[in-house]
Structures are given as structure tokens and as C-alpha cells.
């Protein structure tokens, strides 16, 4: 499940003013957005989540496709999600995240220059703001510096410097997994970071460099990404046309479920939220243990 801050515009937004279960399954897609802006659910998953009947979802879905003529967003007539493979884009995801990563950088810079403002270095002087940002800038080491590791990325062959064979060995000892592709890995850091703009770039490169390795570790992969992707090739084989026939079928037959459950789910609602709330858990519960059963029955009878 992927994590989506609110922003406070949303208050300006026309969403407000759609109906309550249109503006939940909104904000559930919201909820359950990766950081790429697609929500892999479905209408049903939603349903089921949302506590809501499949038909009332499917409409909100409807209505979050289609244009918007009140929307202050221009792009693609204010629409809100498109259909893709494996669920739903949320078309304005990436402005407003990059609007958050703007403000959120903001803040984060005016936070350093009151820390630096106050705080005298070991001298007993302030450091210069100037000089300071021109080091993390650069982020690079001069060639020929001792006793520091440092990353050399303005000279011909770009290259490591002040690493030890005992700095080699503790990394190995310590992460065995990638310690094993130990050059690789350096090797791949280097390509990196030579193609991230100079603010962006270390300034303790060892730290750099331990924490990649402790990542490659604790990702139980052991190798650079080239090589872990090229030991993954064909781990996970596509769906078959049979796999895929199957999941058309359940889709298809929890469909029919829910529209038979309409007219008990439509009487409890005329009795009160209570009423309906268990109703349609009951529904609910139904619903699953005989897309369960239904599953079985067509894998079984694939393999006859």
C-alpha cells in the first residue's frame, strides 16, 4: 500500500462537492496510490474496502473517468483516473507530489540556514553559507586527499579513492551478500552518481557506501541491481491464457453476486446505517467464501 499526503488544496477542489461515496472511493485510491500514481485495486476490492455496494462503486469510478467541467486542473478536462493494466492512474498524481517535495525542500533549507546562523564551528566562527553549500554541491573530492574515502568524478577515469584493502574486507565480513560483488557494486555507484546533478551528490562517501551495501543486504539480494536483475529474469513468468481466463470468470461471477445481493442491501439501507453496515458485511463475508469455492471449482477443472 503506497502513502499520499493530503494536500490542503483539496479543500478548493470540486471533488467537495460530489456525493459521499464518490468522495470515499476517491480518497481511497488516494490511500492506496504507489509512488508511480497508479492504485493497483479493483471495483470490487473497493467495494469491499469501502463497505460499499459493487454498482454504487462502479458509478463513482464512472464519474471520476469522465470530464469535469468545474475542475480547476485543465489536463485531460479535468478528469481524475484512467483505466490502465492492474487498476487506476490518478492523472494529477505526480504535480502534486512534486509540489509537496517543493515545499517540503523549502522548509528544509530554511530550517538550515537558522541552524547555521547560530551555530559557530569548533573555531568559535560561524561557518560561510557559501562555502558550505559549494561542498555539498560538489560533493566530490580533490585527488590526492589522505585518509578519506572520496568519489572522483571531474577527472578522466572517474574513479574511488582512499579505499583500503581493510575497508574492503570489514564491508565483505560485514554485508557477505553484495560483499561478494564488491566491485560491482562500487562500480555502479560511481555511474550513479556521476548522473545526479552536483547538489545531489555525498559528501561521506564511505557512509554512501555502507549504506548501499546494508540496502543490497537487507533486500536479501546480495548483488548490484544489474546482476539481481538478471538473476530475476523469468522468476515471475506472465499469466497464462488459462490464469487469465480464470480471473475473468471470478471477476464475472463476484459481479453477478453483488447484483443479486442489490434488492437486500437496498431494504436494509431503508432501515438505518446499522442495518445496512451488517447487512452488507454479511454480503460481503458470502461473497468471498464463494469466490473461494468458484476458484477452486475452475482450477480443478483446468487440471482435468
Not at 509540489?99 to 559557530?120: N, V
Not at 561557518?127 to 574515502?149: N, Q, T
Not at 533486500?219 to 530475476?232: F, I, L, N, T, V
Not at 447484483?259 to 442491501?265: C, F
Amino acid at each position: 500500500m503506497g502513502f499520499t499526503k493530503l494536500d490542503e488544496r483539496i479543500l478548493q477542489s470540486s471533488i467537495m462537492a460530489e456525493n459521499p461515496v464518490t468522495f470515499k472511493v476517491w480518497i481511497t485510491l488516494l490511500a492506496a496510490c504507489e509512488a508511480n500514481g497508479i492504485a493497483y485495486v479493483s471495483a470490487i476490492y473497493l467495494s469491499s474496502i469501502c463497505h460499499l455496494p459493487l454498482s454504487r462503486v462502479e458509478d463513482s469510478i464512472k464519474k471520476l473517468e469522465g470530464p469535469d467541467p468545474h475542475s480547476r486542473s485543465l489536463q485531460d478536462d479535468g478528469r481524475r483516473i484512467r483505466r490502465v493494466d492492474g487498476g487506476f492512474e490518478i492523472i494529477n498524481y505526480t504535480v502534486y507530489r512534486d509540489l509537496s517535495l517543493k515545499d517540503a525542500e523549502a522548509e528544509r533549507k530554511r530550517l538550515y540556514r537558522l541552524k547555521i546562523k547560530d551555530c559557530p564551528d569548533r573555531s568559535g566562527r560561524c561557518p560561510d553559507p557559501s562555502a558550505s553549500a559549494s561542498a555539498s554541491a560538489s560533493g566530490v573530492g580533490k585527488s590526492g586527499e589522505k585518509g578519506k574515502i572520496q568519489l572522483i568524478l571531474d577527472e578522466h577515469p572517474k574513479r574511488w579513492e582512499g579505499i583500503t584493502d581493510e575497508d574492503k574486507a570489514l564491508w565483505a565480513k560485514t554485508y557477505p551478500g553484495p560483499g561478494e560483488h564488491l566491485d560491482r557494486v562500487l562500480q555502479e555507484m560511481i555511474a550513479y552518481w556521476d548522473a545526479q546533478p552536483p547538489q545531489k551528490r555525498k559528501v561521506n562517501w564511505k557512509r554512501a557506501i555502507v549504506n548501499r551495501l546494508r540496502w543490497l543486504q537487507d533486500h536479501g539480494s546480495g548483488q548490484p541491481r544489474s546482476e539481481y536483475k538478471a538473476s530475476q529474469a523469468g522468476a515471475h513468468p506472465p499469466a497464462s491464457s488459462a490464469e487469465k481466463d480464470i480471473s475473468r470468470k471470478v471477476e464475472e461471477f463476484a459481479r453477478s453476486l453483488w447484483k443479486e445481493a442489490e434488492p437486500a442491501l437496498s431494504a436494509a439501507r431503508g432501515q438505518g446505517q446499522k442495518a445496512f453496515t451488517e447487512a452488507n458485511e454479511k454480503v460481503q463475508r458470502e461473497v468471498e467464501r464463494k469466490i473461494v469455492e468458484y476458484r477452486k471449482q475452475l482450477i480443478k477443472g483446468g487440471q482435468s
